[in-house]
């Protein structure tokens, strides 16, 4: 008897393994192939949880229009998303489309894990060409390694309310009339009040005791660079071996930020703007009055029982912005390049993905900004996102007044300079201890080392 | 080796004892089979990584290529040529070397008081301990609020008491000191084992000093630290452990900054394997954490038979 207990007891413990293999192939890496031809695709993403839904709602939609192909959506935080994607190469088994950051794209390009997507955009129709500044090149032009998955230029948002308030007019919206930095350090400065109410041209006014800012920018790079590019300046030489941020016309633009905040007191320091809420939330709770940000943050403004604007980046020598477009690229290791790209383009396409119309995402292709009904589909695509003005600001600034690339689309090892070089330079300068001379030419000396060319 | 213990068990079998002998074995097996899990998890997920770690530590691997050796270069290039591995060094060790006296003092004393007997007391317990329960990053989150030098609590709160406005975690002066007093909030674990501690103590030994007119002075510095001991090397040496590896805070709060003041080493670290994908240059980076951890282990565990007594005279 014992003898058999013991038997039962074996049998079992065999059949509990058994399990625990199966639930670890169910849920491994390994997952068994779907029946037939459909070619099983693994797309990788990260975003808000507004993102998260929209994207799941296309991805849907695709794998509804295709019977052939089958996407599967994985959505993980921005915050651990390099060690994710890290991970599944490191294992093997890369995703066929993702997300990635352009700190990361272009290392695995040079270890050719990413698939090289200049043939695919080679065979497109010309009318359906993207705009030049989205393209990620690699291996001197001759390759693509993905575009952004959408685009957005940087601009400037204003609360209407304080500007009527303080009595200053708006600010244009057309590239051509955008302020002065002059007529914008001047508005700055009457719409920056305290708590006595006294604003920032007044003798009295109480810089200590600031109520309410003229404006708040970011402290990433994009926040800034843009003015470097409306100053004629660049930030590293052409072929990338010189970092030239300590050149006149940078160190020029960098003193004028520093400025707006020990000088003229218009505005709180970006390393701590990067900690309060983002500029939309700061506006409507009347802290700020104007915020330098992406187009991106239509989305979040739209809905903000305010009355908002948008505006051109003030100039320095002429209007200049830069477009943001975060990379989406194709790993080289997919089974089904051919449909890859399929699903890649559509994933960013204006007709299907609803973020366009939502005012997060801003089209690739030029003709999206050119004819009048594929514009309208998506400025126009939902009542009350976009102000008139988009058309200015989002549209012909997008068009006509794109700075070229900034370093990130083709700087060699750009993490490791930002990181080590640029950003502590730049801590310094927002600390207002260094002037920004002395804090670029730190920046140079650091940064020198680390400089690798152009990809 | 639980097996070959369990078999030294079992050997001494003769005729008489079979049966017993028999449900031993299969207790034993039983035994196996449920710390299994443990085993091979520790084995595959835990030894697995660390062995290859330190073999990645001699590795030029940046996760998408395939490693070559390059024997002690990633050492040599730490040592040599990496200013920000001397910085996050001395901010870590500058870190630690506030940090743990600091939060072990709060401990202690909170749990000194803690240890009265007075009303409301399970109430109080629970409230200092309750941030220990609240997410490291939700904690963070709120506490960048309250440093906020506009807009904050803190300074709001200073202000109306005359203090002019302080930066925080916005300098890089006081990043630091603002990082370690954040700390102190999360103290509730150690001030628990502090209790625990406090609660073994005779209380036979309290009656024989006061007896003997001693203050509570005297008793605290006689009967309670002494008898302690055991317990601050064992919160000193986890909360130097800890402190070494701190990672989250500055992470969410400052990302190292302003100008690398806070950048921590563990921040770095993360930063090399996962931004900038030199895993085997942060491989390296790990081993000589790894070894660092080990060595101030070592020295406090050598020097606490100066200063720790145990209960019951020489182990």
Known sequence: ?455 | MFGEQVMRVSQPATAASIPRNRHRRREAWWGMACVAPAVIGFLLWQLGPIAGSLFLAFTDWSIAGTPHWVGLQNFHRMFTADDLFYKSLSVTGIYTLASVPLSMGAAFFLALLLNRKMPGLTLFRTIFFLPSVIPVIAGSVVWLWLFNPDFGLLNALLGSLGVPKLQWIYDESTVLPSLILMNLWGIGPMMVIFLAGLQGIPRELYEAAAIDGGRTIHKLWHITIPLMTPTILFNLILSIIDTLQVFTQPYVMTQGGPNNASLLYVLYLYRKAFQELQMGYASALAWVLFVIVALVSFLVLRSSRRWVHYGGGEV
């Not at chain 1, 088994?93 to 272009?106: E, G, H, K, R, T």
């Not at chain 1, 604003?199 to 926040?223: E, H, I």
């Not at chain 1, 730049?426 to 060319?453: E, F, H, Y």
């Open chain 1, 1 to 455: 008897m014992n003898c058999r207990l013991q038997q039962r007891r074996r049998t079992l413990l065999t059949h509990l393994c058994l399990l625990a293999c199966l639930g670890f192939c169910a849920f491994g890496p390994g997952r068994l192939q779907a029946a037939g031809d459909t070619a099983e695709l693994r797309f990788t993403y990260w975003g808000s949880p507004f993102e998260k839904q929209a994207i799941e709602k296309a991805v849907a939609s695709f794998n509804a229009s295709h019977p052939s192909i089958h996407v599967t959506g994985q959505h993980t935080a921005y915050a651990a998303y390099a060690e994710k994607i890290a991970a599944l190469v490191a294992a093997g088994s890369p995703p066929d489309v993702a997300y990635l950051d352009y700190a990361q794209a272009f290392p695995y390009a040079a270890n050719g894990k990413i698939f090289d997507l200049a043939s695919f955009y080679a065979r497109q129709p010309p009318d359906e060409s993207l705009l030049e500044s989205t393209y990620y090149r690699f291996d001197g032009g001759k390759k693509v390694i993905g575009t952004g998955l959408a685009t957005g230029v940087v601009l400037m948002y204003y609360n209407k309310d304080l500007f009527d308030r303080a009595g200053v007019a708006y600010p244009p919206a057309a590239a051509d009339q955008a302020w002065t930095w002059d007529k914008f350090v001047d508005a700055a400065k009457k719409l920056t009040r305290d708590r006595n109410g006294n604003n920032a041209t007044n003798s009295k006014f109480d810089p200590d005791k600031v109520d309410s800012y003229g404006l708040s920018f970011p402290q990433s790079w994009w926040g800034y660079m843009s003015f470097i590019y409306s100053n004629d300046g660049q930030i590293a030489s052409e072929d990338g071996t010189r970092l030239l941020l300590n050149q006149p016309a940078d160190v020029q633009v960098l003193q004028a930020l520093q400025d707006l905040i020990y000088v003229h007191h218009v505005c709180p320091k970006p390393t701590q703007s990067q900690n309060l809420p983002a500029s939309d939330i700061l506006m409507q709770t009347g802290k700020v009055a104007m915020g330098i940000d992406g187009m991106w943050k239509v989305l979040d403004y739209s809905k903000l029982h305010q009355r908002w604007g948008m505006a051109a980046l003030p100039i320095f020598k002429k209007p200049v912005t830069i477009v943001i477009s975060t990379p989406k690229v194709i790993f080289a290791g997919t089974k089904y390049p051919e449909q890859a790209f399929e699903f890649y383009r559509y994933i960013s396409d204006p007709k299907q993905v609803e973020l366009f119309k939502e005012g997060l995402w801003a089209p690739l292709e030029k003709r999206y900004y050119t004819d009048p009904a594929l514009l309208a589909s998506w400025l126009q695509g939902k009542a009350g996102v976009y102000p008139a003005e988009a058309r200015d600001v989002v549209v012909d600034y997008t068009l006509n007044h794109a700075a070229p690339q900034p370093p990130v689309y083709w700087l060699k090892n750009i993490q490791q300079i930002m990181d080590e070089a640029v950003t502590p330079a730049v801590d310094l300068i927002w600390s207002g201890k260094t002037s920004a001379q002395d804090a670029l030419n730190q920046a140079v000396r650091k940064a020198t080392p680390l400089m690798q060319g152009r990809w």
